[in-house]
């Protein structure tokens, strides 16, 4: 069934977070990198909600923080030093980042705030050390044209990149590495107006490519992270954080408003069988003895532990529990993600989905009756101490009482299929307070003046100039414009003299054939392409000698073009001793000439090139082979 | 300027601006200039802030700053609401756990953000004590006394006095343990001030500070102040010492002899080290680790001795290769009592500087000398330059920290005026200041 999002009312807002390719991070000096080594140092630390006088303490985070939520971060010395360990106040924001964002900010149209401020956004599930974010508005009031329309851009800020969870929670302790803690971010955010999936994916693609065009965002996966608002008139405000491909977010976008709908869908029905959110009752039954001889291994195991198993009955719930929201998604996933994040339970069982899973039509029967359960009531249960079981039991009261209700306001984490799943509530209002060891920075009107006067071009106008002066195909020069080596292309064609089209191919189609065969191209200074395409530009190397040139490069840091080309033979070859080779070969395939006539010239060229693939020029070979042949004749 | 302008931090033309526009910090505002238009809530300005921005906070949360010129035009959208730093419920106590006095001489241990305005507040009182770090509630009865509001680099002798008598108070009150909330700069001195002046302890006196503010949510303020009050509560020590953390992790805290710690690094959480001495023991889960066996045990019977008074005549001198003497002769001229000397070494200052001391010590001036080495003890017998000091009447005074010997020296000479007493004092271990062992490191 297509859905009509202009007759439901989607509403999507997009904030792209981009990291910036600076040469330092945003709040000390340390390599904007990551380690994928063992750490060299770790530490446990805990957050401690900060008490606000009017917003409240995050719910989420209070609750994590009473459960003795302890985080052990890992760090290695070249990537951190004390300021991301929150062991030194951090130095003056970084410049360079600062004039990147203003760039970004002033290709949107945007207009410059006159003194930036450093702000300490909450946040405390030990993504960062400090227990906030530090984070600026650079500039407000934007846009950026995607096809026809005009999307506002409420602000472009600078930010720092928040550490990164590593392995899973073992007990109260998670694992962040904060090696990616102070890289910085421009964070974009629009103003709620898409209303498709698909255009979605086009804002970003339209903002990515501006960030891009300012020649400093990192490429990769990761660098680039979105996240999404969205709402439909009857539904709720979910914000979904952290979507890393472009491809997902018209997918995501989708999946959101089924789940909506389907929330909707489910409200009503609730409704229509006289529910209300007070008819559901806080009540928990102990049902361990109902499941004493039980063949479900999940149970067993948690009897075997001298677990209790508590039960809840949610009245009129039948057959609603197991409504799909999403692909592999029902409402009982949904109650499941919350007793797990608020429990700390591994699962629950509801009885839209038994008998199942060793569970007899007996069990669930006795069950019914433990619980004084109708006809049409639903029933909940989960295995594991009282403690954690009583927390997740309320989580699904909580859950189908906002069943009821519609769809509940929350945040929510993607999957790589594009579904989601429960990640918190949505915080209050944006707790935020100054960062007082930041001083404040003035943007001057001299600054603007000066950012503004070399700008770097738009995607799509830079597009049709490398079309017209480099003379490249449409399908070329759009590979250039997304290449890392788009500055780098112009620099060799101009330096080197070598044909634009060899040069474009290089860059893109050949270095991709390259990488798939797993040579690290990244190992490749800008500096040592530049050598090479001038090499070749002088006549030194042939364009075929690349792949094996740039392969023993990537191989061999710290070395040479000129060693690689020593290396490997590579030197050219001289037309006489060329001549005298290919007189050689022809004189040893005298009888092959004789019996295909015109049509030796191929066979013999494949010889030649075979042997000298890389040291000769083909269209030189050609010349010779002809000549010779005629010669032969 | 009236008082409300001068919270305000504004100056100059930003604060002629305001002051047009009628306008009160917290207000929501309009600023108009050309075609821009930026709507907020008027916030504070630092002291140190220049005089043409205006600072306002954004619907989204974010402060920026808009550059007042002739053609910007402020007006009130909307009256502000006063931060309402409201009182927590007052928790009850336990009439059944140890009862501890806190004494807050500045130096937050615990505050409060008002996110709308970025205030932070401090919090001081039991009760603000308890809804700030609740788990307080569970370890002791808290009577929680504010001294001072100081920058701990603003305390002077005369408030190491102070606060040795509000600690005897409560002692004679009948408390199990005390706590003093300090500013980390100068707590080291403090400790040492307070291991003089209070003497024969029948209870245990914790220092506790915090390297990170209190306001944000990875403080070690809480972690610290719990892992002293659990100490006040229940070590089994009458010293006393400084409680902070032992690691950059918030997993234990370490418990330092009072004369023989000092702060080591500008900004770690784990600045402060026992220096020349093992630590005394370690907090961790509530629990005490001891770490040393010697230690004057907990006696509520025992009668406090004390001794407050310091004299400010004296002074720390660090040598450096060309210092000019003419400080000694300074210090002489304006009769300092005593002269701490921080030597090179083993204990040593140039030949040049070896007639101002004769000078000084002819004045009945007390010249000691420790290291600026900060670890190991002074050797003066090794080396021509100690021998020389030696005999010119400078004494040793062993594996004594420097600023310990000052504050050492101070108290000597608010005890005494005699001059050969004072030396027989200094060199003398009153409260685990030397040590006679110096033992390998841990
Ligand atoms: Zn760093």
């Known amino acids: ?633 | 300027m009236n008082e409300k302008e001068r919270l305000s931090g504004y100056k100059g033309e930003a604060l002629a601006a305001i002051r047009k526009a009628e306008v009160e910090i917290g207000d929501l505002i309009r600023i108009t200039r050309n075609s821009e238009i930026h709507e907020g809530i008027l916030i504070p300005r630092s002291e140190y802030g220049d005089k043409k921005h205006v600072i306002i906070k954004l619907k989204s949360g974010y402060n920026i700053g808009i550059r007042i010129t002739p053609n910007t035009k402020i007006e009130r959208t909307g009256k502000g609401t006063k931060p309402t730093f409201t009182q927590p419920p007052s928790l009850k106590q336990n009439p059944k756990l140890p009862k501890i006095a806190i004494i807050s001489t500045g130096g937050t241990i615990a505050s409060r953000v008002d996110y709308r305005t970025g205030a932070v507040r401090p919090a001081l009182t039991a009760s603000d004590l308890y809804s700030v770090v609740p788990e307080l509630t569970k370890i002791a009865q808290l009577d929680a006394q504010i001294l001072f509001s100081l920058l701990s680099e603003n305390i002077t002798p005369k408030h190491w006095t102070e606060m040795a008598k509000a600690v005897s108070n409560h002692i004679l009150k009948g408390v199990d343990g005390v706590v003093i909330a300090h500013g980390t700069d100068t707590m080291g001195y403090t400790a040492a001030a307070l291991t003089f002046s209070l003497q024969s302890l029948p209870v245990p006196v914790i220092l506790v500070g915090s390297q990170r503010s209190a306001d944000r949510p990875s403080s070690d303020a809480a972690t610290n102040l719990i892992g002293a009050v659990v100490a006040a509560a229940k070590v089994p020590f009458a010293e006393v010492s400084v409680a902070m953390h032992e690691s950059t992790s918030d997993s234990s805290i370490i418990l330092h002899r009072g004369a023989k710690v000092r702060k080591c690094h500008t900004s770690r959480r784990d600045a402060f080290k026992s220096v020349n001495a093992s630590s005394l023991a370690r907090v961790q889960e509530q629990r005490i680790i001891m770490l040393t066996e010697k230690y004057r045990k907990r006696d509520l019977t025992r009668k406090l001795d004390l001794k407050p008074e310091f004299n400010e005549k004296v002074a720390l001198v660090k040598f450096y290769p060309g210092m000019n003497p003419a400080i000694v002769d300074w210090y002489v001229k304006k009769e300092y009592r005593g002269i701490i000397l921080e030597g090179t070494g083993l204990g040593h200052v140039g030949s040049f500087f070896y007639e101002a001391i004769r000078n000084a010590v002819e004045h009945n001036v007390v010249v000691g000398m420790t290291s600026q080495c900060i670890w190991g003890r002074v050797g003066m017998n090794v080396y021509g330059q100690g021998r020389d000091l030696l005999a010119l009447g400078v004494i040793a005074l062993e594996d004594m920290l420097p600023e310990t010997a000052t504050v050492k020296l101070m108290w000597i000479f608010g005890q005494t005026r005699d001059v050969e007493e004072a030396k027989t004092l200094l060199k003398t271990n009153v409260a685990g200041e030397i040590s006679s062992r110096t033992l390998a490191e841990k």
């Open chain 1, 1 to 633: 069934m297509e859905i009509d999002y202009e007759k439901i009312g989607l509403k999507v807002g997009l904030e792209i977070h981009q990291q910036l390719d600076t040469s330092t991070k945003l709040f000390c000096n340390c390599e904007p990198k990551l380690f994928k080594e063992e750490p060299e140092i770790t530490f446990l630390r805990r957050l401690r909600p900060t008490q606000s006088e009017l917003g409240q303490i995050d719910p989420a985070a209070y609750f994590e923080f009473q459960k003795g939520l302890r985080i052990l971060y890992e760090a290695e010395r070249a990537t951190s030093c004390l300021v991301e360990m929150d062991e030194e106040p951090p130095h003056p924001l970084n410049r360079q980042a600062v004039e990147i964002t203003l760039t970004a900010a002033l290709l949107m149209n945007a207009e410059p705030v006159d003194e930036i401020h450093v702000m300490r956004k909450a946040v405390i599930d030990g993504s960062n050390t400090t227990g906030f974010q530090r984070t600026c508005v650079i500039a407000l009031h934007g846009e950026v044209k995607v096809g026809q329309k005009t999307v506002p851009i409420l602000h472009v800020s600078l930010e720092e990149d928040a550490a990164r969870k590593t392995g899973e929670e073992e007990g109260n302790i998670i694992h962040y590495r904060i090696d990616r803690l102070g890289i910085p971010l421009i964070e974009v955010a629009t103003a709620p107006v898409i209303k498709s999936p698909t255009e979605a994916k086009e804002v970003a693609l339209a903002i990515g490519g501006v960030l891009r065009a300012t020649g400093k965002a990192k490429r990769g996966l990761g660098t680039i992270r979105q996240d999404l608002n969205i709402s439909i008139t009857d539904g709720g405000l979910v914000e979904i954080k952290g979507v890393q491909e472009l491809e997902l977010l018209p997918l995501v976008v989708k999946y959101e408003v089924q789940r909506q709908l389907g929330l909707v869908k489910i409200s009503e029905e609730l409704r229509a069988r006289g529910m209300g959110e007070d008819i559901i009752e806080k009540e928990f039954f102990n049902v361990t003895d109902v499941f004493k001889q039980t063949k479900c291994r999940v149970l067993c195991k948690a009897l075997e532990k001298n677990q209790q198993i508590l039960a809840l009955k949610l009245p009129k719930f039948r057959d609603i529990i197991k409504q799909e929201l999403m692909p592999g998604f029902r409402l009982g996933t949904e109650m499941a993600d919350r007793a797990r994040f608020w429990g700390r339970v591994g699962g629950i069982f509801h009885t839209d989905e038994l008998p199942a899973y060793g569970i007899t039509a007996d069990e669930v029967e006795k069950l019914g009756e433990a619980v004084e359960a109708e006809d049409q009531d639903a029933v909940v249960f989960v295995a594991d101490n009282s403690e954690n079981a009583e927390d997740a039991l309320e989580a699904v009261v909580e859950r189908a009482r906002e069943a009821i209700k519609g769809v509940p306001d929350e945040t929510r984490a993607p999957k790589p299929d594009g579904t989601t799943r429960y990640m918190r509530p949505r915080p209050g209002a944006a707790r935020m307070y100054p960062e007082t060891d930041i001083p404040p920075i003035q943007i001057t009107e001299d600054d603007v003046e000066r950012i503004s006067s070399k700008l770097p071009e738009l995607p799509k106008q830079k597009l049709e100039r490398l079309m017209k002066e480099y003379k490249l195909n449409k399908k070329l020069a759009g590979q250039v414009l997304d290449s890392k080596y788009s500055l780098l292309f112009e620099t060799i064609v101009k330096e080197s003299k070598v044909s634009s089209t060899t040069v474009a191919a290089f860059l893109t189609e050949t270095l991709k054939a390259l990488k798939r065969d797993r040579v690290e191209i990244d190992k490749i200074s800008e500096y040592q392409f530049r050598k090479v395409f001038g090499k070749i530009g002088a006549g030194e190397l042939v364009k075929e000698a690349l792949p094996d040139i740039i392969d023993w490069l990537s191989k061999n840091e710290n070395k040479g073009v000129q060693e690689a080309i020593e290396n490997l033979g590579l030197k050219i070859m001289s037309e006489i001793e060329l001549r005298a080779l290919i007189g050689k070969v022809i004189e040893e395939n005298r009888k092959l000439i004789q019996e295909h006539h015109e049509d030796s010239f191929g066979i013999l060229m494949s010889i030649v090139m075979n042997k000298l693939r890389g040291r000769v020029n083909a269209a030189l070979v050609s010349k010779i082979l002809k000549e010779k042949l005629k010669v032969a004749e």
